[in-house]
Nanobody, 113 residues
Framework: QVQLVESGGGLVQPGGSLRLSCAAS????????MVWYRQAPGKERELVAA???????NYADSVKGRFSISRDNAKNTVFLQMYSLKPEDTAIYYC???????WGQGTQVTVSS
């Protein structure tokens, strides 16, 4: 059974930074693309960033230049470093293994003064 556990969310002022982590159990992490999604109140879930097993990343246009996704395969962990946060980044952030049914429980990010 694969489990994904996100952490690192919180309340931050506009312009601030946060680093989210997603720790995965199981042996399938290193061979799969990992993805961060987010869902804001009243909005559909949207893809934020993804990273392949080889380290190739892509980003939603709304976060390009501000967010950075990375992974540590030895620790089965994927990270999302977020800079220059805006109120519109407020959402619950989830990690998932691409194409799978495995999702974390989410971590709340609130950007507010």
């Amino acid at each position: 059974q694969v489990q994904l556990v996100e952490s690192g969310g919180g309340l931050v002022q506009p312009g601030g930074s946060l680093r989210l982590s997603c720790a995965a159990s199981g042996s399938i992490f290193s061979s799969n693309t990992m993805v961060w999604y987010r869902q804001a109140p009243g909005k559909e879930r949207e893809l934020v960033a993804a990273i392949t097993s080889g380290g190739i990343s892509n980003y939603a246009d709304s976060v390009k230049g501000r967010f950075s996704i990375s992974r540590d395969n030895a620790k089965n962990t994927v990270f999302l470093q977020m800079y220059s946060l805006k109120p519109e980044d407020t959402a619950i952030y989830y990690c998932t293994i691409a194409g799978s049914y495995y999702w974390g429980q989410g971590t709340q990010v609130t950007v507010s003064s």
